[in-house]
């Protein structure tokens, strides 16, 4: 029992740390000076079309799309499958349950390392720049000022509606899945980052894409990043070619 308190007490500590490093890095901004290419990131309710959009900008501008690439590169550096990374992308673990998997699982990697590999990749993304990085709170991570930050919406009966007719589920079945992606991206950013993923000045640009297609929402967005940075970077006149 005195070692299982004792190991708790270790993880709960080093995430504690964790978390006053990740929130003196927002503060000091990373040394944005460091930052000289813009990057875009695009948070999303499920059922919004929020991934399909990010694809899309980053189609138009030409920029890397970072997505899944990410569960691949953590599984790379930290020696797991890429499948057990997966199963903790924009999740987040209880010290009782990580304790347990220690014990049980051979390939278990703690929160605090995934945290601490997931951060390090996203900050590393958005110094690279040119890049729309898909989720994961990277908007409460990365200098604002150096980016452009995304939220795409959408009213609960349309996102449900969505899920019905591009998934196949049903509607008891699309409730039940969104409200579990929904509760499992709000706990990740507010036990990870400390925020709230719903908090309205966290974000350039909201968008509502109840009346919006695709390519219109994208637009929208391009136009967003276009005005925040076409006075700030010397890639005007290529932005506004595009």
Do not use: W
């Not at 006053?20 to 059922?47: C, H, M, N, W």
């Not at 049903?170 to 039940?176: L, N, V, Y």
Request: aromatic share 10%; proline share 2%.
């Amino acid at each position: 029992m005195k070692d299982y308190l004792t190991q708790t007490l270790n993880r709960a500590f080093g995430l504690f740390n964790l978390k006053k490093k990740v929130a003196k890095a927002i503060r000091d901004d990373y040394q944005e000076s460091l930052f000289v290419k813009p990057f875009i990131t695009v948070a999303r309710e499920p059922g919004s079309g929020g991934a399909v959009i990010a694809k899309a900008v980053a189609d138009r501008l030409g920029f890397e799309l970072v997505d899944k690439q990410i569960v691949e590169e953590i599984a790379r550096s930290v020696k797991r499958r890429k499948e057990v990374i997966a199963s903790l992308d924009e999740k987040t673990r209880g010290a009782v349950e990580d304790l347990l998997d220690s014990v049980l699982d051979p390939e278990y990697i703690n929160e605090e390392k995934y945290i601490s590999e997931l951060f390090k990749l996203i900050i590393a993304y958005a110094h690279k720049g040119n890049v729309v990085i898909l989720g994961r709170g990277a908007n409460f991570i990365t200098p604002f000022a150096k980016g452009l930050h995304v939220n795409i919406v959408a009213p609960y009966v349309v996102r449900v509606q969505r899920a019905m007719d591009f998934e196949g589920l049903s509607r008891e079945k699309a409730k039940e899945v969104i409200a579990k992606v929904e509760k499992e991206r709000s706990d990740f950013v507010k036990k990870y980052i400390n925020n709230d993923i719903k908090k309205r000045n966290a974000y350039d640009l909201t968008l509502n894409t109840t009346y919006f297609r695709i390519d219109e929402a994208a637009s929208v967005v391009i136009e967003a990043f276009k005005q925040k940075f076409s006075r700030s970077y010397k890639t005007k006149a290529k932005l506004l070619a595009r």
